[in-house]
């Protein structure tokens, strides 16, 4: 999918500054006439796949080398995320790669799927490059490997090694990045993704050539797993919220402007409310012959695996009758006969809450007497 941009003074800005570039290397931000878009394919497992409601590091990663005024197209075999069934990460019926992301206007094309490993990888390298001919290859693979299919890890860097060898079997100036293991290391201490994530940074810009650069992009070193609020970074513990997505494009970003793709991150690019940024829909209706009780049916938006139910009695406050119900509805009881009994819901996304604008508008029903 290509998209044109403006360049103007940002890539006046971009060259003024430099770039420290591999010998006989040159930028694409722009600054010089070139013959097209530089093609960027982005490959990785469910953390660079993202999931229904997920704005995507991808998403911000274009945001970033928009702002760097970097003249890209994103090449893949997939546009979207896959769908996230309401309590089982995989056991989704709806279709793998639906288009259900928090904002869809980017260049979405991407080759990452849900479950990848470098082990068991889904595309050779060579695949890749004969399909898409990329310019430059965003490689994060890596963590199910670590994980799931506990690969020791300097195995895991010799297949990754191999694998760039085999990217430039196809294209001998294909410029690499490389992503080390983005999740919260000291959270998932029980793997080995800390050496791995070292031996990575020690080896891969090594494997560099006078045409062929190859850069890592580091995990963030803020990357917070669990917390509450907007202490966490994750929604699960290892997938990225809106916060993570953001802090990992931006290390992306960074590693790309290594090999000359980009300035850089952009560290005044607003980023935007945290949790699902769509509401849910609500009904409540009285259960037949049970006059102090109400049944609520919610439809929730895309991503939502959860949601929080809250009652005001007449005109007092709201208060929360039950939190991360998993199922589409539920039925609150003890209505007290003659008043007015007022709801909203609120969606989840695992561990997130979504912000409180994102409430649905409030239902109100009037208790029956018995």
Known sequence: MRYAWVMGARTVIAALLGLSLAPGMTSCTGAEESE??????????????????????????????????????????RTGVADDPPDEWGESKTPEDAIAYADSNFDSDHHSVWGDSVT???????????????????????????TWLRVDPQQLLSEVQAQVVEFRAANPSVRIVIAQAMVDVAHWSQFPVA??????????????????????????????????????????????????????????????????????????????TEGLRSSSTLKVKYPAGDPTSARLAWVGPPGATGHDVWMALDDGDYTQVARDVRTAGHKVTGLEPGHRHTFKVIARKHA???????????????????
């Open 36 to 77: 097209g878009p530089m093609r960027v394919v982005v490959l990785g497992d469910s953390l660079t796949h993202g999931s229904s409601g997920d704005w995507t590091w991808r998403y911000f990663l274009h945001q970033q080398l928009l702002a760097g005024g970097a003249d890209v197209e994103f090449v893949g075999g």
């Open 120 to 146: 068991l990888g889904t595309s050779t390298p060579s695949a890749v490059m004969a399909q898409h001919d990329p310019d430059v290859v965003v490689y994060a693979l890596g963590w199910n490997d670590l």
């Open 195 to 272: 050496e791995y994530n070292r031996l990575l940074l020690q080896s891969a810009p090594s494997w560099s050539t006078a045409e062929s650069p190859v850069a890592v992009a580091t995990v963030p070193a803020d990357l917070q797993a669990v917390g509450k609020g907007e202490e966490r970074d994750t929604w699960d513990g290892a997938h990225p919220d809106t916060s993570g997505q953001v802090k990992i494009a931006s290390q992306v970003a960074d590693a790309l402007a290594e090999v000359g793709v980009g300035s850089g991150h952009d560290p005044s690019l607003v980023v935007p």
């Open 352 to 370: 997130v809450r979504s912000a409180d604008d994102q409430f649905s508008t409030p239902v109100s029903v009037v208790a029956r007497p018995g």
